[in-house]
Each structure stands twice: as structure tokens, then as C-alpha cells.
């Protein structure tokens, strides 16, 4: 049913959450597992020391992030292919989907920025929304 599957890793529990789910989907239908972590840099950093420091802290994160994911998904008897890109995390994950073939997007139900989602609107909703595959989205 699923040949390429992406999972959206942001690094908080709900993302590892979906990560499981994932890893048994990739599992049962002998499909490929991918891991997108997207990092965005400030709008209006103050400084260039500042947007690097943002950058330093965010990859430091996301490394974190996918050594827990490998360390998953090989104890599941599964590879797992991580991606660190820059931009937008809707619009990001969204081109990766389209440009590489994903059939479904694995993203979890609330990540790091709750009240940014409250006041701007679900990254997880504008991914189901956007993506042109199907997303499982899990609580």
C-alpha cells in the first residue's frame, strides 16, 4: 500500500510518537522511511550572531532528534533516511513531499510551538491540508 513514507520530526514527543507509528507502517508494507526536520531560521534576527546562534541551537536540537529516531528504527529492524532542511515547515515538507514521491506524511499532533499554533494556526493542520499525499496525523 505505502512504498515511501516521511515522518515530520520536530523533536518533541508527540513527533516520536508518530515516529512508532511510522516505523510499524514501514514495517508491514516494506516501505521506505524518511525523517524531515526543518529548520527555521528567525524572520528578523537582530544580528547575524544571532541568526547563527539560532541555527548553532536548532541543528544541536534536531541532531538529538535523529540519533533517537536511528536508534528507534534500527531496534524496529528499519532504516531510516534523516533530511535537515532550512525554510518554512509547511511549505518545506510540502515541496520534499512533492519532489521525492511520498505517498504518506507521519506527523504528530502537536510539536514545540502550541501556542504559535493557537494564535497562527496548525502546522499539523496546514500539512493535511497542503500535502499532496496522504497524512496521518497522531494524537
Known amino acids: 500500500m505505502y512504498e515511501k513514507i ?8 508527540g513527533a516520536f510518537k508518530a515516529l512508532a507509528e511510522a516505523i ?6 516494506g516501505a521506505e522511511l524518511h525523517t524531515i526536520s526543518v529548520e527555521e531560521i528567525p524572520h528578523y ?3 547575524v550572531g ?23 528504527a534500527r531496534a524496529a529492524g528499519i532504516e531510516i533516511r534523516p533530511h535537515i532542511l532550512v ?14 514521491g511520498f505517498d ?3 506527523v504528530g499532533f502537536m510539536g ?7 494564535v497562527m494556526g496548525s502546522t499539523c493542520q496546514s500539512l493535511v491540508r497542503l500535502a499532496p499525499c496522504s497524512v496521518l496525523v497522531v494524537k
Do not use: C, N, P
Open 104 to 106: 504518506l506524511l507521519v
Open 6 to 13: 516521511l515522518h515530520a520530526q520536530d523533536g518533541s514527543e
Open 87 to 100: 525554510g518554512h515547515e509547511v511549505k518545506t515538507i510540502v515541496e520534499f513531499v512533492k519532489e521525492h
Open 112 to 118: 514545540h510551538s502550541a501556542l504559535y499554533d493557537r
Open 45 to 47: 534576527g537582530g544580528s
Open 50 to 72: 544571532e541568526v547563527i546562534e539560532e541555527q548553532d541551537w536548532e541543528e544541536h536540537r534536531f541532531r538529538e532528534a535523529v540519533t533517537r529516531s536511528r536508534e528507534l
Open 24 to 29: 510499524e507502517l514501514a514495517k508491514r508494507y
